[in-house]
């Protein structure tokens, strides 16, 4: 029990609906979830999107999204009872004994901010270390995860890395104030997944040398089953199951957690294509400032109800190829022709109709959708 950092008691968490034609009202989001973490380990939380992960990991630092609140049962970090604490306490407590790496690094991170100065700056702000040895822990924690150039990189925009590196660099920030508890948030959902390999192993390495203890937020069990020491599987904001990672992978009791045990990958299926929808030629591109080709003679043929997979490690132009395709970024050479025409570079020239054909749907949903619009709102705007 003394080493127990984080103890969750039958936790109850309420938000307020906007039913459309209705008024608001209350539904219950988590409730009767109870657990325990100890020093050092790591605790996977795992469900479908929707379980309820985010919200109790947040509870941790007894923090509600908007409309979201903690209404029943208590939250314990190092024995002290955060809910009841005051916004003083509140403050020491997150980002400092507790930190948060978000699923969505490019929605956490402010973009007219160098890495750098916000890596290090919970840590100055906590009057943990000099400015000079956050610098220097920063660096070897960005060494730690495998980003390339780690003595620079902190001098580059959130714009100017890969989603994937942006991911790692959110993993930095939070492990740099030598936190007690880190909620890790799907931190390798937008990884490629020989990275994803990579950095779950940073990660593990990570919290054994400093001893921090984490939450680990996932959907997906093989990614928990190489990092946690204990899994609790929810569903629709309850408990399914609890216990250590041996006894949920290898003989789970629920049907739940076999059906997520069974899982298997997509059936890949053949189809045979019939017109060219699509024809990328010869495709060069460059960002504007920079020297060297993201994308070098690159050509792609695209054919009626045909799906074409694009598949490269982090930073190695998959972004690029579609924002070349839909026009964000007109190539230095080469052609892109749709349906049998030759599209306007840039995506100001494109017509209404091309637009509207020619879709991208984002890495990151939640940086991409306007916050102050509804869902059923932007998706009419599309139309
Ligand atoms: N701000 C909010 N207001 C109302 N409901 C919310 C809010 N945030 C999340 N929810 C609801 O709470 C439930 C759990 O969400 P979440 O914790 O984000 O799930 P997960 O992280 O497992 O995908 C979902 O049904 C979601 O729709
Ligand atoms: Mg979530």
Same mark, same amino acid.
């Given at each position: 029990?003394?080493?127990?950092?984080?103890?969750?008691?039958?936790?109850?968490?309420?938000?307020?609906?906007?039913?459309?034609?209705?008024?608001?009202?209350?539904?219950?989001?988590?409730?009767?979830?109870?657990?325990?973490?100890?020093?050092?380990?790591?605790?996977?939380?795992?469900?479908?999107?929707?379980?309820?992960?985010?919200?109790?990991?947040?509870?941790?630092?007894?923090?509600?999204?908007?409309?979201?609140?903690?209404?029943?049962?208590?939250?314990?970090?190092?024995?002290?009872?955060?809910?009841?604490?005051?916004?003083?306490?509140?403050?020491?407590?997150?980002?400092?004994?507790?930190?948060?790496?978000?699923?969505?690094?490019?929605?956490?991170?402010?973009?007219?901010?160098?890495?750098?100065?916000?890596?290090?700056?919970?840590?100055?702000?906590?009057?943990?270390?000099?400015?000079?040895?956050?610098?220097?822990?920063?660096?070897?924690?960005?060494?730690?995860?495998?980003?390339?150039?780690?003595?620079?990189?902190?001098?580059?925009?959130?714009?100017?890395?890969?989603?994937?590196?942006?991911?790692?660099?959110?993993?930095?920030?939070?492990?740099?104030?030598?936190?007690?508890?880190?909620?890790? @948030?799907?931190?390798?959902? *937008? &990884?490629?997944? +020989?990275?994803?390999?990579? /950095?779950? =192993?940073?990660?593990?390495?990570? %919290?054994? @040398?400093?001893?921090?203890? *984490? &939450?680990?937020? +996932?959907?997906?069990?093989? /990614?928990? =089953?190489?990092?946690?020491?204990? %899994?609790?599987?929810?569903?629709?904001?309850?408990?399914?199951?609890?216990?250590?990672?041996?006894?949920?992978?290898?003989?789970?009791?629920?049907?739940?957690?076999?059906?997520?045990?069974?899982?298997?990958?997509?059936?890949?299926?053949?189809?045979?294509?019939?017109?060219?929808?699509?024809?990328?030629?010869?495709?060069?591109?460059?960002?504007?400032?920079?020297?060297?080709?993201?994308?070098?003679?690159?050509?792609?043929?695209?054919?009626?109800?045909?799906?074409?997979?694009?598949?490269?490690?982090?930073?190695?132009?998959?972004?690029?190829?579609?924002?070349?395709?839909?026009?964000?970024?007109?190539?230095?050479?080469?052609?892109?022709?749709?349906?049998?025409?030759?599209?306007?570079?840039?995506?100001?020239?494109?017509?209404?109709?091309?637009?509207?054909?020619?879709?991208?749907?984002?890495?990151?949903?939640?940086?991409?959708?306007?916050?102050?619009?509804?869902?059923?709102?932007?998706?009419?705007?599309?139309?």
């Amino acid at each position: 029990m003394s080493d127990c950092l984080l103890q969750v008691k039958d936790l109850k968490i309420e938000a307020t609906a906007y039913p459309p034609g209705e008024p608001p009202r209350d539904i219950t989001i988590v409730e009767h979830v109870s657990f325990e973490l100890e020093k050092g380990k790591v605790l996977g939380l795992i469900g479908e999107s929707g379980a309820g992960k985010s919200t109790i990991g947040l509870s941790s630092m007894a923090y509600g999204r908007g409309g979201v609140r903690i209404t029943g049962g208590k939250v314990f970090v190092n024995g002290r009872d955060v809910l009841q604490e005051r916004p003083n306490g509140l403050r020491a407590l997150r980002g400092r004994e507790v930190t948060y790496v978000a699923q969505s690094a490019a929605a956490a991170f402010n973009p007219a901010k160098k890495l750098m100065e916000q890596v290090i700056e919970a840590t100055l702000h906590h009057g943990l270390m000099s400015k000079s040895e956050a610098q220097e822990r920063a660096i070897s924690l960005f060494r730690r995860l495998g980003l390339p150039k780690p003595e620079t990189i902190g001098n580059r925009y959130p714009h100017q890395v890969s989603g994937g590196q942006l991911q790692r660099v959110m993993t930095a920030m939070a492990l740099c104030p030598k936190p007690d508890l880190v909620v890790f @948030d799907e931190p390798t959902t *937008a &990884l490629d997944v +020989t990275t994803q390999i990579e /950095v779950l =192993a940073a990660i593990k390495e990570a %919290i054994v @040398d400093t001893g921090v203890a *984490a &939450l680990y937020i +996932t959907h997906d069990l093989a /990614v928990v =089953a190489q990092v946690a020491d204990h %899994i609790l599987v929810l569903q629709g904001g309850g408990m399914v199951e609890y216990g250590n990672t041996d006894h949920i992978i290898n003989s789970p009791t629920e049907e739940y957690t076999k059906a997520l045990v069974s899982v298997r990958s997509i059936n890949h299926k053949e189809k045979t294509g019939g017109v060219s929808v699509l024809s990328v030629n010869s495709i060069t591109a460059r960002y504007r400032g920079t020297t060297f080709d993201v994308l070098k003679d690159v050509n792609v043929e695209l054919a009626e109800a045909q799906t074409l997979a694009v598949v490269g490690e982090s930073g190695s132009g998959k972004s690029t190829l579609a924002r070349v395709i839909t026009g964000l970024l007109p190539p230095t050479s080469g052609t892109i022709s749709f349906n049998g025409r030759i599209l306007p570079a840039e995506f100001e020239k494109r017509g209404r109709d091309d637009l509207r054909e020619v879709q991208m749907i984002y890495q990151m949903a939640d940086v991409a959708m306007n916050p102050r619009q509804t869902v059923a709102r932007s998706w009419v705007m599309n139309r």
